[in-house]
């Protein structure tokens, strides 16, 4: 048995359905938007990335000719590599996500999202977004979450929550608005001239929308969400960053990388990276 969750989106029914497949990754959903289907499953390593200074996320967004009820012909009969429009979709999963995990984790980690059926009316780059996001929240993988997306259009002046792709062919206006609970985290805008004012109630409608999905998705982690799990961290030693801070002090380091000229600040900082080499060749 799987646990089936319903809220109305954009007068669109948006459906979530946990432990109904994808048993075996951190966390999965399959979420529905209308017809629209997408698989989103969360995995991580059990153990840290050795020699990276960075935290290592993939994100891969699968669409597929028949999830649209087409079969490849011809010469071709193989899927190539990922569209533009795929790849861009990977984009906007990422920016708002990635900052939301911890910035001294350092474990692998991997958000897919695979395209099983579309309805024109309900884009599968917003689902697939959101399906993202519900299922890293109920993972066991360390998240700051959750987050939401919502997109909007605008026909005649008048406001489109999560248009379809009719409507956003005539829409002055291709916005995305990526929110937390306390904030708005990403904002990517295309556009005809919008008045300003308009665009800002944009962000702020868009914002309150995703305040009623971060909310629905909250009631999903309350029953379905697995504890996060421990995990190594690479984070600077407080002690080792205080002494740093006592050999280049604060003010120093700011008029440095702050300086205009682009050669002046790179000398300053290789100096700087000189002087703690020598200071901690032995000890670090």
Do not use: W
């Not at 948006?14 to 499953?41: E, F």
């Not at 600077?236 to 380091?253: A, H, N, R, W, Y």
């Not at 990388?257 to 060749?281: G, H, M, P, S, W």
């Amino acid at each position: 048995m799987f646990k089936k969750y319903e809220m109305e989106l954009a007068g669109k029914t948006l459906r979530v359905d946990v432990d109904r497949v994808g048993k075996q990754a951190n966390g999965a959903v399959l979420i529905h938007y209308g017809d629209t289907v997408v698989l989103s499953t969360a995995t991580a390593s059990k153990e840290p990335r050795d020699g990276i200074d960075f935290f290592p996320l993939s994100v891969e967004y699968n669409e597929k000719m028949y999830a649209v009820g087409k079969i490849p012909g011809g010469f071709n009969k193989r899927e190539g590599k990922a569209s533009e429009n795929a790849v861009l979709t990977c984009r906007v999963i990422d920016r708002p996500m990635r900052p939301l995990f911890p910035k001294d984790f350092r474990n692998d980690v991997t958000l897919e999202s695979l395209v099983l059926s579309v309805d024109p009316d309900c884009r599968p780059e917003l689902t697939a977004m959101l399906g993202s996001a519900i299922a890293t929240s109920i993972s066991d993988i360390p998240f700051d979450g959750p987050c939401a997306t919502t997109q909007v259009g605008m026909i005649n002046d008048h406001l489109i929550f999560n248009p379809s792709a009719a409507q956003l062919s005539v829409s002055d206006l291709n916005l995305t608005v990526a929110s937390t609970k306390y904030k708005v985290i990403m904002i990517e805008a295309g556009a005809n001239q919008v008045p300003e004012e308009k665009m800002l109630e944009a962000i702020f409608e868009a914002h309150r929308v995703n305040q009623k999905v971060i909310e629905f998705i909250e009631k999903i982690v309350e029953e379905c969400g697995k504890p996060k799990f421990e995990y190594k961290s690479y984070a600077v030693p407080e002690e080792l960053f205080e002494d740093i801070k006592s050999v280049i002090p604060p003010e120093v380091m700011e008029e440095a990388v702050f300086t205009d000229d682009k050669q002046t600040r790179e000398k300053n900082i290789d100096a700087f990276k000189e002087q703690l080499k020598e200071r901690y060749a032995d000890n670090e």
